[in-house]
């Protein structure tokens, strides 16, 4: 089993900047990705950035490139994800996931993430 516990987001303006972070507890050994998702109001959930533990690879979707960068930290236990020139497209709820296996490239569709956050919202106003 893994926990995972989110924090950060909040409203900021467009252009603005938020981090969020997620701590990860339990069977946190061996090679794993976290990632995270995001769920807009209407639309599915959808991959927006993923690190594996090792931190030696790493996949964004395509609207964030450039502007979202994902991180982990020594204890390969904590990743944080940094999102700057904020859109308010970028507005949803955002989830962080654990996928307890390794692909190459890191895997976006959320059926292979077996834990999950219980999300945080983050609102870019105009």
Do not use: H
């Not at 089993?1 to 409203?11: D, H, I």
């Not at 252009?15 to 061996?30: D, E, I, P, W």
């Not at 994902?70 to 989830?95: C, F, H, R």
């Amino acid at each position: 089993q893994v926990q995972l516990v989110e924090s950060g987001g909040g409203l900021v303006q467009a252009g603005g900047s938020l981090r969020l972070s997620c701590a990860a507890t339990g069977r946190t050994f061996g090679v794993y990705v976290m990632g995270w998702f995001r769920q807009a109001p209407g639309k599915e959930r959808e991959f927006v950035a993923g690190i594996s533990r090792s931190g030696l690879s790493t996949r964004y979707a395509d609207s964030v490139k450039g502007r979202f960068t994902i991180s982990g930290d020594n204890a390969k236990t904590t990743v944080a994800l940094q999102m700057d020139s904020l859109k308010p497209e970028d507005t949803a709820v955002y989830y962080c996931a654990f996928d307890p296996s390794l692909w190459i490239p890191i895997r976006v569709d959320e059926s292979n993430y077996a834990y999950w956050g219980q999300g945080t919202q983050v609102t870019v106003s105009s």
